[in-house]
Structure formats: C-alpha cells, structure tokens
C-alpha cells in the first residue's frame, strides 16, 4: 500500500512541489526517509514518532519508508513534518486516501502533537495554488499571512488531533478567509524622527524630498553633528504607504527570514546595517535573503558608507541596477527581489572636519583619497544624488521646534501626488522615474528646448557617462512631479544638475 501526501516547501523567493510518499511493509520495525533529506528532516521520524503516539493514535509496528520526491531537489526544514504523520496514519489505516485528496499538508509537529508555524508560508500557498490545489491546511497562526493570498481555500489548524478530526468531518476548522489580518508590524522596528525635528538644512531636506518621490538613491556627505543620520531616518517617515501587492511581497521576504511568522508587514522597510556586516548578511546567502532584500520597496541605509568592507559596497552594483539579486551556490540558485532606495551618508574625510573653519583637519592626503576611493567610480555613478551639508549655525540650533511645525505633512503630501502623477503616467504602482530604462526616458519623458541645451552643456562641461545622463533627467522628471509640470522645464534641470557632483 503506498499513500501519497501534496506539500510544499519555499525555495528562493518561489517554491516547490514535494510529494510525500509512504510505503509500509513487513519486517523489523524501522521508520526510514529518504529523498535528499536534510539533517531537521531526518529527525522529523522521532517528532512524528511522538506527535502521532500522544495525540492518540498508533503508530505501526513494522518497516515504514518515506520517500520525499523528487528525489534531487534538496529539502530542508520541518515543513514536511505533517505530511509524513499523515502518511503514517493512511498506511497504518487510521485515515483514508480520499481524506487528504487533492489537498495540501505543511506544519511542524511538536512531541505532543501541536502543529507550529513554518517561515515562507506565502511561498507555499503561491506555489499550492499555481499546481491546482483545491485546499491547503497550515499552521493556525501563519493564517494571517496566508489570508494575503485569495483564490485558494485554506485552513489553519493547531493540533495534529484537530486535523484528523476535521478530515473526518467531525470538527470545523478555522478557514483564512474568517479571520483579520492579525497583528501588523513596522518593519523599521524603531520610532523615527520627522523634518519638523529637524533644525536647519533646507536644501538637504529638498533633496531628501525628491529622492523619495522618484525612489532615488542618495549620498549625503558633510562635517560631524550636521545632522546627516537623523535627516536619512526621517525618510522613514516620509514613505508612501504600501500598496497590497507590495504587502505581500514584503511579507514574504520577512517570512523567508524567519522574522515574522504570524503576523503582515504593514509598513515600508527601513534597514540600517553596522558597517561591520558581512557580504552574506547584506547581500543575502544559502540561509536566505540578506539586507538588501529585506530593505525592498523601502530604504536601505548605510551610515559613513565608506565604513563598510570594499567587498560589501561593490557587492550593491549590480542589484543596484537589475533590483534583484540572483545568488548561486553548488547545488542551486536562487532570486530574491532587491528593489530599495539606497540612502548613505559619510564625511569629506576620516575626522570629518576637511573644509570646517572652526576645527582644523588632521588627516593626510593619502588618507583622504584613500578614504574617498572606498566609493568606487562605478558605485558612484550608480547613486542618483550627491548633496554635500554644512554644520546647522549656532542661530538655527536655537530656534524653537515649534517654527517647523507641519513641515512634515506638507513634504509627506507632496511626495504622495508626485507619486500619483508618476502611476498615471507609467499606467502602474511600483514604477518610479528611477526605475526607467534609457530607452524608456527617451520615449516618456520629454524636455523643453532650454533644458536639452543646458543639459548638453552640462554633459560635455562635467563629462557625464551616460548612466549619469540619463539619472539627471530622471531626477529632473521627478523635480518636475514635484511642481506639477507636464514637460521638464530648465528651471528642473538646473536643480537636477545640482545634485550631480564628485
């Protein structure tokens, strides 16, 4: 007798079908799986052994085979943990084939029978329902990010007893579609400021205010104090809101991680690591999606930017410009999604006081460019503005917080109808100016006369590559947004340009 069991399990930023076959025969008693199996599933034959003994059932007294097909993918996890009792208890004749026909099974059991939630759920639904399976039974407390996913029906259930009950309809289980969302968290993890905090730099906070209307990258350089860290995590405040399907997108990135298994991301993410990480941790590796994934759709920022390891910041170039990331290791490759807004900040040199009158600067010449030649040309080129600020006068420091009141909102509102105008004009959510092609800016966006020959110029004065030209007009287009103009005037283009520097 061979029993079969549907399942899942997440691969990359997609997933895989897994079948979970069991075949019972005479002999010893022996409980085998097999099917490349990692170590966590190979010892899901005692989890299984005790969850089906203490919830009631026997567990049968002969050879037990599992096999995890197909046979070469790699299986890691304790998704299958359900599947395999499951099997168990067809081939043993406690449930029937036709119980679990057509229907999908993923869980980890404890020793006592409970069914705990598993990461990348969104993955396995996504994955259940492009095969055609009718009914998915998860994890009672992954039904929240589940519920994000319609057009399948799915249940959440707690206990293995439960299940087996609602498979002989004898118990009502919970269905996804009867519940709320659950909680939502921020994925900023942390309380940020706003720019009515925020005293003096007027100029970085207009260009902080284009950047995040167009979704463009942005160095920020200037003395010690002057307020670079807290005007880059005010952007916190300034995100649009996400739209569903961005939700769940990043939902499922926070899965895969591990960082969240009940509840939705309700929020733009804000990632700020030290500059002591790894590549494996900013970039993402075999153990799943790093820093600049989990940063999509919202910010990555990186504070004193050449801080970080060489390694790590020419590891941002490509994902950068392809807004994924595509890590391959021996025995497989996986994509994961990197389409976030770099924010970054440093000082013109390593005290941080080179051009300041009030402090004298200590460092040598060698020091200097050795410090600004850890910001490699082709990583420059890649960030769309450069905006240098000076240390906030002694008179600004004084002013009372109460004179910026409604700063914030005002910035906030502005962002949000340049961002309308962009949808409009692209005819989608999620495509900003930044992420235009050249060939796309040539055929969408359009310049007024002054404003090719300034920009031309401009080309030949500054020497500008060709990645540089086209990020001017975009950041001009953006510019533009902001003033509600259809066709990107000289006035736009001027401000543009002056954000391009070295």
Known sequence: MIAKIEAAIPFGFEGKLVEVEGDMNRGLPAFNIVGMASKTINEAKERVRSAIVNSGFSFPDKKVTISLAPAELLKDGAYLDLPIALSVLILSGQLLKMDVKSKMFIGELSLNGEIRPVRGIINIIETAKGAGVSEIYIPKQNLAQAALISGVEIYGVETLQELYLGLKNQKTIVAAGEIQNGLKIDATGQESPILDHIRGQEMAKRAMEIAIAGHHNILISGPPGAGK????????????????????????????????????????????????????????????????????????????????????????????EDKTIAISRANRKMIFPADFMLVATMNPCPCGYLGDPTHECKCTETQIQNYRKKLSGPLFDRIDMNIEVEKVKNDDLRRPLGENKGEHDVVKNNIKEAILRQRRRYGKDGIYNSSLSSFEVTKLIKLEAEAERILANASERLNLSARSYFKTIKVARTIADLDNSEIILAKHLAEALTYRRR
Do not use: C, W
């Open 229 to 320: 860290t807290l005007l880059s995590k005010a952007a916190a405040n300034l995100l649009p809101e996400l739209t569903p399907e961005e939700m769940v997108e990043i939902t499922k990135i926070y899965s895969i991680a591990g960082l969240l298994k009940d509840d939705v991301v309700a929020y733009r993410p804000f990632r700020s690591p030290h500059h002591t990480a790894s590549a494996t941790s900013v970039i993402g590796g075999a153990g799943g999606p790093g820093e600049i994934s989990l940063a999509h759709k919202g910010v990555l920022f990186l504070d004193e930017i050449p801080e970080f390891p060489r390694s790590v910041l020419e590891a941002l170039r490509q994902p950068l």
